[in-house]
């Protein structure tokens, strides 16, 4: 093979020879040479099948509704770009706010009888879809590159591959569900939103489960990439599947938002930036719809010193410049041990010097285009302002070529942990290098992020990199690997990359509910006395003997202590008949800073705490309170009217069951088809806030709070305004039970002003919250912030089953630890 010469390839065009399809050879290499410098040849993708079908639709594509193509209800369309060179594509339509409900309606009129074919059925068409993405899987490969800029590599031998992966996979879940998730039935109508930067795999993430489980979709694909939404769209014509399951609509930004507002939608899974799922949050907060959001990343990429550099730097390669950097969990922060640092900046520019960017449709490039110019911008502002802030940038000597969206691979050293580019998403190919000397420093740096989405670990020490990964906040842990993607593996994230999971066993919990159970109505509290009535019985104590009563002064407990209400204000507590039994603390927003606090100091000794020992503690408190059962028993009574016997033997049996589970709640081993071990292991979720429901108040504690401290998580509870005594005297168990202090803190006061409070907290990790609807309203908007995960229930009624508790206390971690000489 002649050598390539690229003198002008700083100009974007390289110098072809005459008579050759190689640019300048020169004859007189020796094969010495010639193996020395390896040079490369182009080996163009042939674009024209794509172009052909593009073609064959006259450039412009409709909506998919309801099994039809149909044009926008206003005749609106935008085109869609190649940014490898500027050029127009096609033209799509723009939904409006009538295409969207006319989609919704199609998706519910098809919802009845979808969720009602047979699980075999419905895996069946799964199947045809798999086998018709194999069957057109280079023509995916090929729109998917002209559309979105990446690499026909990537599309071809990891998107693709992928996406048929999932259909398959998933189809096998429709065939178990009726055995392996009993008494769940599909969500509903589900409203789908994805981004750009995997536009193909991203829908089959979304879809795939959806359908298996029952649901009818209606998905909105990006703006800058629909076409092979649209394509998959023509196969589910083609495989049969039955009208209105699935409905495709193409526009941007404001057909996302009417698609998350309309009231026919059960619920939103959407991939995007943190910002919009924000947005998202705030916008269906109060309206019942589920919410999954995968969301933004800026993933730590760890190097040890007794890493393989060779290896680790490929890694890196792989991390940041795989889809140009244009990736939720890129590796864009490189955490290197301070001994081998300037050993293995060495290397990586070395590295870097060797990739190539240039046409994504040439098969020996390594970084393709990025997908837009607005974005090009905003990957050039950041690594200015990265300039700026003093850190020390690299990139390679050769230029990137001049026509369309191109930018080098970049290095930044010498960076600070606060700066703009360690701690912002670019999305694009910049890199972020940072020094630590022990584990300890690592695992700091790895989680001083809002984000927690992935992170890398590179050591030949395995137990080093296991301990590291249990530490790290991040959803999926590589180890010695990187961007490894299977349909059997969960992935979501921790803290502001959202909530929810996608894959595995753990994505089908996002498309389930519980199935409606028949039972008893419950029971609304009627207070008997008027409140003038309960005015005079808060002021003529009850005369049980000729001494007076002593005053019990019921107080707040926090950080292991009994401690006054910083407001300095009490809250008189009624029975049904209207006669007063107590007064409480009412508690403020300084009291919920205070247990915040103790519950985060706590956290780390708790979840590092074995689940034998977690299981004794529980077990203990158990004892300790059927010590005192009967006085339990005449405190419910007191507050509710109702027999507190059986809700004291009740809530035994529930903190009983959180013992149980406290060290069989177990992880599983994913089997991804590659030579690596997954272990999906489930994590207390943090520090968690727990506003109890009115109706059996004691129960309620021991089993919603009993559950969440046995996964290992610290507690801030708010009991029940209606009867919050049993939690009061419940705190006296709780000193003499072992409880670690700050592990387990009860704040009494009025439910939504200490929630709003709780929600709106950025060291809280989770809010459940069982209140009125409007309550509901208030948390989830408030915890937007920092996207808190959120779990609201009915004020009254049954309580949830243990399973959905546990699932609601933990988030799943997965660990890829690949193995193999």
Same mark, same amino acid.
């Given at each position: 093979?002649?050598?390539?010469?690229?003198?002008?390839?700083?100009?974007?065009?390289?110098?072809?020879?005459?008579?050759?399809?190689?640019?300048?050879?020169?004859?007189?290499?020796?094969?010495?040479?010639?193996?020395?410098?390896?040079?490369?040849?182009?080996?163009?993708?042939?674009?024209?099948?794509?172009?052909?079908?593009?073609?064959?639709?006259?450039?412009?594509?409709?909506?998919?509704?309801?099994?039809?193509?149909?044009?926008?209800?206003?005749?609106?369309?935008?085109?869609?770009?190649?940014?490898?060179?500027?050029?127009?594509?096609?033209?799509?339509?723009?939904?409006?706010?009538?295409?969207?409900?006319?989609?919704?309606?199609?998706?519910?009129?098809?919802?009845?009888?979808?969720?009602?074919?047979?699980?075999?059925?419905?895996?069946?068409?799964?199947?045809?879809?798999?086998?018709?993405?194999?069957?057109?899987?280079?023509?995916?490969?090929?729109?998917?590159?002209?559309?979105?800029?990446?690499?026909?590599?990537?599309?071809?031998?990891?998107?693709?591959?992928?996406?048929?992966?999932?259909?398959?996979?998933?189809?096998?879940?429709?065939?178990?569900?009726?055995?392996?998730?009993?008494?769940?039935?599909?969500?509903?109508?589900?409203?789908?939103?994805?981004?750009?930067?995997?536009?193909?795999?991203?829908?089959?993430?979304?879809?795939?489960?959806?359908?298996?489980?029952?649901?009818?979709?209606?998905?909105?694909?990006?703006?800058?990439?629909?076409?092979?939404?649209?394509?998959?769209?023509?196969?589910?014509?083609?495989?049969?599947?039955?009208?209105?399951?699935?409905?495709?609509?193409?526009?941007?930004?404001?057909?996302?938002?009417?698609?998350?507002?309309?009231?026919?939608?059960?619920?939103?899974?959407?991939?995007?930036?943190?910002?919009?799922?924000?947005?998202?949050?705030?916008?269906?907060?109060?309206?019942?719809?589920?919410?999954?959001?995968?969301?933004?990343?800026?993933?730590?990429?760890?190097?040890?010193?007794?890493?393989?550099?060779?290896?680790?730097?490929?890694?890196?390669?792989?991390?940041?410049?795989?889809?140009?950097?244009?990736?939720?969990?890129?590796?864009?922060?490189?955490?290197?041990?301070?001994?081998?640092?300037?050993?293995?900046?060495?290397?990586?520019?070395?590295?870097?010097?060797?990739?190539?960017?240039?046409?994504?449709?040439?098969?020996?490039?390594?970084?393709?285009?990025?997908?837009?110019?607005?974005?090009?911008?905003?990957?050039?502002?950041?690594?200015?302002?990265?300039?700026?802030?003093?850190?020390?940038?690299?990139?390679?000597?050769?230029?990137?070529?001049?026509?369309?969206?191109?930018?080098?691979?970049?290095?930044?050293?010498?960076?600070?942990?606060?700066?703009?580019?360690?701690?912002?998403?670019?999305?694009?190919?910049?890199?972020?290098?940072?020094?630590?000397?022990?584990?300890?420093?690592?695992?700091?740096?790895?989680?001083?992020?809002?984000?927690?989405?992935?992170?890398?670990?590179?050591?030949?020490?395995?137990?080093?990199?296991?301990?590291?990964?249990?530490?790290?906040?991040?959803?999926?842990?590589?180890?010695?690997?990187? =961007? #490894?993607?299977?349909? &059997?593996?969960? /992935?979501?994230?921790?803290?502001?990359?959202?909530? $929810?999971?996608? +894959? *595995?066993? %753990?994505?089908?919990?996002?498309?389930?509910?519980?199935?409606?159970?028949?039972?008893?109505?419950?029971?609304?509290?009627?207070?008997?006395?008027?409140?003038?009535?309960?005015?005079?019985?808060?002021?003529?104590?009850?005369?049980?003997?000729?001494?007076?009563?002593?005053?019990?002064?019921?107080?707040?407990?926090?950080?292991?202590?009994?401690?006054?209400?910083?407001?300095?204000?009490?809250?008189?507590?009624?029975?049904?008949?209207?006669?007063?039994?107590?007064?409480?603390?009412?508690?403020?927003?300084?009291?919920?800073?205070?247990?915040?606090?103790?519950?985060?100091?706590?956290?780390?000794?708790?979840?590092?705490?074995?689940?034998?020992?977690?299981?004794?503690?529980?077990?203990?408190?158990?004892? =300790? #309170?059927?010590?005192? &059962?009967?006085? /339990?028993?005449?405190?419910?009574?007191?507050?509710? $009217?109702?027999? +507190? *016997?059986? %809700?004291?033997?009740?809530?035994?049996?529930?903190?009983?069951?959180?013992?149980?589970?406290?060290?069989?709640?177990?992880?599983?081993?994913?089997?991804?088809?590659?030579?690596?071990?997954?272990?999906?292991?489930?994590?207390?979720?943090?520090?968690?806030?727990?506003?109890?429901?009115?109706?059996?108040?004691?129960?309620?504690?021991?089993?919603?709070?009993?559950?969440?401290?046995?996964?290992?998580?610290?507690?801030?509870?708010?009991?029940?305004?209606?009867?919050?005594?049993?939690?009061?005297?419940?705190?006296?168990?709780?000193?003499?039970?072992?409880?670690?202090?700050?592990?387990?803190?009860?704040?009494?006061?009025?439910?939504?002003?200490?929630?709003?409070?709780?929600?709106?907290?950025?060291?809280?990790?989770?809010?459940?919250? &069982?209140?009125?609807?409007?309550?509901?309203?208030?948390?989830?908007?408030?915890?937007? +912030?920092?996207?808190?995960?959120?779990?609201?229930?009915?004020?009254?009624?049954?309580?949830?089953?243990?399973?959905?508790?546990?699932?609601?206390?933990?988030?799943?971690?997965?660990?890829?630890?690949?193995?193999?000489?």
């Amino acid at each position: 093979m002649p050598r390539c010469s690229t003198s002008r390839w700083g100009s974007g065009q390289p110098a072809i020879c005459p008579n050759t399809a190689y640019p300048n050879p020169e004859p007189t290499m020796t094969l010495t040479e010639l193996m020395d410098t390896l040079p490369y040849g182009p080996a163009p993708e042939a674009a024209q099948p794509a172009l052909d079908w593009l073609k064959a639709h006259e450039g412009r594509f409709r909506l998919f509704i309801g099994g039809k193509w149909r044009d926008p209800a206003q005749p609106e369309w935008f085109a869609t770009h190649n940014p490898a060179n500027g050029q127009p594509l096609a033209e799509v339509a723009q939904a409006g706010a009538a295409d969207v409900d006319e989609a919704v309606k199609a998706a519910r009129k098809a919802l009845a009888g979808w969720q009602q074919t047979p699980g075999h059925l419905r895996a069946r068409y799964l199947y045809a879809l798999a086998r018709q993405v194999q069957k057109h899987a280079r023509l995916f490969a090929v729109l998917e590159t002209l559309d979105n800029g990446k690499p026909i590599r990537e599309t071809r031998d990891i998107d693709i591959p992928l996406v048929a992966r999932h259909f398959y996979y998933h189809a096998g879940w429709a065939q178990l569900m009726e055995s392996e998730l009993p008494g769940y039935v599909p969500v509903g109508v589900v409203g789908q939103i994805i981004p750009w930067n995997f536009p193909l795999l991203m829908l089959a993430w979304k879809i795939a489960p959806a359908l298996a489980m029952g649901n009818t979709v209606v998905l909105k694909p990006a703006e800058f990439t629909p076409l092979t939404a649209l394509l998959f769209a023509e196969i589910c014509q083609k495989v049969g599947l039955p009208p209105g399951v699935v409905n495709i609509l193409t526009g941007d930004g404001s057909t996302g938002a009417a698609l998350v507002a309309h009231p026919g939608v059960d619920k939103i899974a959407f991939t995007g930036s943190t910002e919009v799922g924000r947005l998202i949050r705030k916008a269906t907060a109060g309206s019942g719809k589920k919410l999954s959001l995968e969301l933004g990343g800026k993933s730590p990429f760890l190097v040890f010193e007794d890493a393989d550099l060779d290896s680790a730097v490929e890694g890196v390669v792989d991390a940041i410049w795989f889809n140009q950097g244009q990736v939720c969990c890129a590796g864009s922060r490189l955490l290197v041990q301070e001994g081998i640092a300037e050993k293995m900046y060495a290397k990586l520019r070395a590295r870097m010097e060797k990739l190539r960017c240039g046409d994504p449709l040439d098969k020996a490039v390594d970084l393709g285009a990025i997908v837009s110019p607005v974005q090009l911008q905003k990957i050039q502002r950041l690594v200015q302002k990265g300039v700026e802030e003093g850190a020390e940038l690299w990139q390679p000597s050769w230029a990137v070529p001049s026509q369309g969206c191109f930018y080098p691979p970049t290095l930044f050293t010498q960076v600070a942990p606060a700066s703009t580019i360690a701690q912002e998403e670019i999305f694009g190919p910049v890199l972020a290098a940072l020094t630590f000397r022990t584990p300890e420093e690592a695992v700091r740096l790895a989680n001083n992020t809002r984000y927690g989405l992935a992170a890398s670990i590179w050591s030949e020490d395995i137990n080093l990199a296991l301990d590291v990964a249990t530490q790290i906040k991040a959803g999926t842990i590589w180890i010695n690997s990187t =961007n #490894l993607f299977d349909a &059997a593996s969960g /992935f979501g994230g921790y803290k502001e990359s959202g909530f $929810g999971r996608e +894959g *595995g066993k %753990e994505g089908l919990w996002e498309y389930v509910r519980k199935a409606e159970r028949p039972g008893p109505k419950a029971q609304s509290r009627k207070t008997k006395a008027s409140s003038k009535a309960r005015e005079t019985a808060s002021l003529q104590p009850v005369a049980t003997s000729l001494r007076p009563a002593i005053d019990r002064t019921a107080k707040l407990f926090i950080g292991g202590k009994q401690t006054r209400p910083d407001s300095g204000y009490s809250q008189a507590v009624y029975g049904p008949d209207g006669r007063l039994v107590g007064e409480v603390g009412l508690g403020n927003r300084k009291d919920i800073r205070n247990a915040v606090e103790a519950a985060r100091a706590a956290f780390e000794g708790w979840r590092k705490a074995t689940a034998h020992h977690k299981a004794q503690i529980l077990y203990f408190l158990a004892e =300790n #309170l059927s010590e005192r &059962a009967e006085e /339990f028993a005449r405190r419910l009574q007191e507050q509710t $009217g109702e027999d +507190g *016997g059986a %809700e004291v033997e009740a809530a035994l049996e529930a903190l009983f069951a959180a013992a149980a589970w406290a060290d069989k709640y177990e992880g599983v081993v994913h089997p991804t088809p590659i030579r690596n071990v997954t272990l999906a292991l489930p994590e207390p979720v943090g520090v968690l806030g727990i506003l109890c429901p009115d109706d059996k108040p004691l129960l309620a504690l021991a089993k919603l709070a009993g559950t969440a401290l046995a996964m290992g998580n610290t507690l801030v509870v708010v009991p029940s305004p209606a009867a919050p005594l049993s939690a009061t005297d419940f705190y006296q168990v709780l000193e003499t039970s072992d409880i670690p202090p700050g592990t387990f803190n009860i704040v009494t006061g009025e439910r939504d002003e200490l929630a709003k409070t709780l929600a709106e907290h950025d060291d809280v990790d989770a809010v459940w919250y &069982a209140g009125p609807q409007a309550g509901h309203a208030l948390v989830e908007r408030a915890s937007a +912030g920092n996207m808190k995960r959120t779990w609201t229930l009915p004020e009254r009624g049954a309580l949830p089953d243990t399973d959905e508790i546990l699932r609601q206390a933990t988030q799943i971690k997965n660990i890829w630890v690949p193995y193999g000489a």
